[in-house]
């Protein structure tokens, strides 16, 4: 996995980390957190497993890695992407991926595969901060067709961006 486009955001949630690490950062809220994005429908969950990771979740791909007897959390779903590209002329993209979690470290990996050949990690790790609130910070890496580089990297940042700032709406 070599990215080719990649962003970084972070939001503070008014709520403690125990009330915003099991709806964002766990299998609870995960339908609720890709509904939000105006990019996002028909979501669906499949199996749910468990996956070992040698060393941290923080720097593993877990999406195609075998099932556990223990480890971490994994949820597989899928969902569809409509990108809106012209007046009138919309992309339909399938999307299937897993999400995992680790809730000593208060860490969770997201991982997906369309139908148009991206791939997407977003790591997600979550910060009590003094007074209360509870700081998401979050990472894509992605990789897809290289031309489709350019508009991807912006509609990546963008939507980021936007979803993240809805965050604090699950509470």
Known sequence: FKPNFSCEYSVT??????TTFPILGTDQGLERVISLSYLASDFTTLDKDTVTVEGKLFDASV????????????????FKETIKILPGFNLHI????????????????YEILTDKGVVVRKLRWFEAVDDGTTRVRERIDGQCPRLLQGLTQKMARDAHKAHM???HTLF
Request: a negative charge.
């Open 94 to 109: 399938g999307v299937q991926g897993t999400f995992t979690w680790d809730e000593e470290q208060h860490v969770s990996l």
């Open 13 to 18: 949630i008014p709520q403690p980390l125990s």
């Open 165 to 167: 700032d809805s965050y």
């Open 63 to 78: 999406r195609t890695a075998p099932y556990s007897n223990s480890g971490f959390p994994r949820q597989a779903f899928i």
